[in-house]
Structures are given as C-alpha cells and as structure tokens.
C-alpha cells in the first residue's frame, strides 16, 4: 500500500532562490537611468516579475521610478523607431 500511495504522491520540487538583478548598493530612483533600461523592453515595456527576477518590493520600486522618469520626460513612453522607419517608407 505504500508503494502504491508512493507512486501519486507529488514530487516536491527544490526551491530555486532568484538571483538578485538590483545589487544592495543600487539605487532605486528615476534619475538611476541606466538601472531603470535593463528593466524595459525595446517596445517600451515594463517587464514582469518573472522576468526580471525581482522581489515584489523591488518591482513595485521599479515601476513607480519608471512611471516618474516617464512623466518628468527623461524616459519615453513607448519606442517609436519603428512607427517612424514605417511613415518615412511610406513617405
């Protein structure tokens, strides 16, 4: 009957610990830019968690500095080399 129960048991799985991308001197601020590029796609994204492998806190941190570089226009809000490769064709 062990055996048995064995078998349809889950597998425990060993817990892989994410790599801190953001070093314990790293700055978390929108004026931080080369921090803050490693964290957006070439489209302009804000990459996932998942991606990034970052805690919550430091995503959330992430995010907020990114919106803020946005709005006081040190960042773009999106990539716009292509939509300006694609009107000049056209052109």
């Known amino acids: 009957m062990d055996k048995s129960k064995?078998?349809?048991s889950k597998s425990k799985r060993s817990f892989r610990?994410?790599?801190p991308q953001i070093g314990s001197g790293d700055q978390i601020d929108y004026i931080n830019m080369s921090l803050i590029s490693r964290f957006i796609s070439e489209q302009g994204k804000?990459?996932?968690r998942r991606v990034n492998r970052l805690t919550l806190?430091?995503?959330r941190l992430i995010?907020?500095?990114i919106k803020q570089a946005r709005i006081l226009s040190s960042l773009?809000?999106?990539n716009n080399d292509s939509y300006l490769v694609f009107h000049r064709e056209r052109v």
Do not use: D, H, M, V
Request: aromatic share 12%; charged share 15%.
């Open 63 to 65: 995010t907020i500095a």
């Open 46 to 48: 804000i990459l996932s």
């Open 6 to 8: 064995q078998l349809f």
């Open 17 to 19: 610990r994410r790599l």
């Open 76 to 78: 773009p809000f999106c």
């Open 57 to 59: 806190k430091q995503q």
